[in-house]
């Protein structure tokens, strides 16, 4: 059974930075493209971050380009979002999604399973 498990959110002040972690378990996700997506209330969840496994291109949205960077450890089927420079605007719930996909989309049903998500608040 595939398993995609958040950690790190929390409350940070505007400026500041977190690290968000998801760790993968469940199959081999060597042909799988990973993303990070969010949600904020009353919003749709929309893309932040994504790669494929098997590549080393990263793709990103255009209002989190140069403040974040998607990562991963291969060893421990772990991928990262750090996020630096926060904005009150960054905060949502962050998920993190796997998919079987021969490229990164950064559409929700690009992705085949979903972590149950992390909160990340900025305040001002």
């Known amino acids: 059974q595939v398993q995609l498990v958040e950690s790190g959110g929390g409350l940070v002040q505007a400026g500041g930075s977190l690290r968000l972690s998801c760790a993968a378990s469940g199959r081999t996700f060597s042909s799988y493209a990973m993303g990070w997506f969010r949600q904020a209330p009353g919003k749709e969840r929309e893309f932040v971050a994504g790669?494929?496994?098997?590549?080393?291109?990263?793709y990103y949205a255009d209002s989190v380009k140069g403040r974040f960077t998607i990562s991963r450890d291969n060893a421990k089927n772990t991928v990262y979002l750090q996020m630096n420079t926060l904005k009150p605007e960054d905060t949502a719930v962050y998920y993190c999604?796997?998919?079987?996909?021969?490229?990164?989309?950064?559409?929700?049903?690009?992705?085949?399973?979903w972590g149950q998500g992390t909160q990340v608040t900025v305040s001002s």
């Open positions: 790669f494929r496994w098997s590549a080393s291109k990263t």
């Open positions: 999604a796997a998919g079987n996909s021969v490229m990164v989309v950064t559409t929700t049903s690009g992705y085949d399973y």
